[in-house]
């Protein structure tokens, strides 16, 4: 299976992927405005004055891979005469889409970007409990929350999956592939 996505990793051209259609683009940024939305309640709420993400925090700021669809949202709003046609640069293991510590995408940024900092829950049904991985910087390790401070993502992500499937089949891409934000942060060829 791994082998099977590299070689398909292998064949696409990141910077190339084909815009989504105007369904799938409008149902991926409503999933995004409600994320946001969700977001800045948990934040507002009984999490207020906890959160330090704020512009110019950036230690979440990964390398992170995101799939086809997010990457084809992002190069949709990409203006590369911002950056002189250049290639981004940035620190080894940093997201190349940043600069003095500010995200240059923030507006476009994918669904990881939109939940970093939060308490994010994930329930694990075999198990039978919820897993929860937090930001250090806003929440430490012995904290207890309830559950009203988690962010719940296993519906956000099977609305995402099921958007990148309708998108990847729209256009005859894989859809497990996953796509490193650095091969989307140099102008096309």
């Given at each position: 299976m791994i082998g099977t996505?590299?070689?398909l990793l292998s064949m696409i051209e990141p910077r190339?992927?084909?815009p989504p259609t105007r369904q799938v683009r409008d149902a991926y940024l409503q999933l995004a405005m409600e994320i946001d939305r969700v977001v800045s309640g948990l934040a507002a709420g009984r999490l207020a004055?906890?959160?330090r993400c704020r512009p110019g925090c950036s230690n979440c700021c990964m390398e992170?891979?995101?799939l086809p669809l997010e990457a084809a949202m992002l190069l949709a709003g990409l203006d590369w005469r911002a950056t002189g046609g250049q290639r981004r640069k940035g620190r080894k293991?940093?997201?190349l889409f940043l600069h003095d510590d500010r995200?240059?995408?923030y507006?476009?940024?994918p669904i990881i970007c939109r939940t970093q900092g939060m308490a994010l829950a994930y329930i694990d049904e075999i198990e039978e409990r919820i897993e929860v991985s937090a930001c250090p910087l806003n929440f430490a390790v012995d904290d207890v929350l309830e559950q009203?401070?988690?962010l719940f993502m296993d519906g956000f992500n099977e609305r995402l999956a099921a958007l990148n499937l309708r998108y990847s089949q729209d256009n005859g891409v894989a859809a497990a592939v996953r796509i490193a934000l650095a091969d989307l942060a140099c102008p096309p060829a």
């Open positions: 996505v590299l070689a190339k992927l084909p004055g906890r959160i992170f891979s995101v293991g940093r997201c995200c240059t995408v507006p476009r940024r009203e401070d988690l």
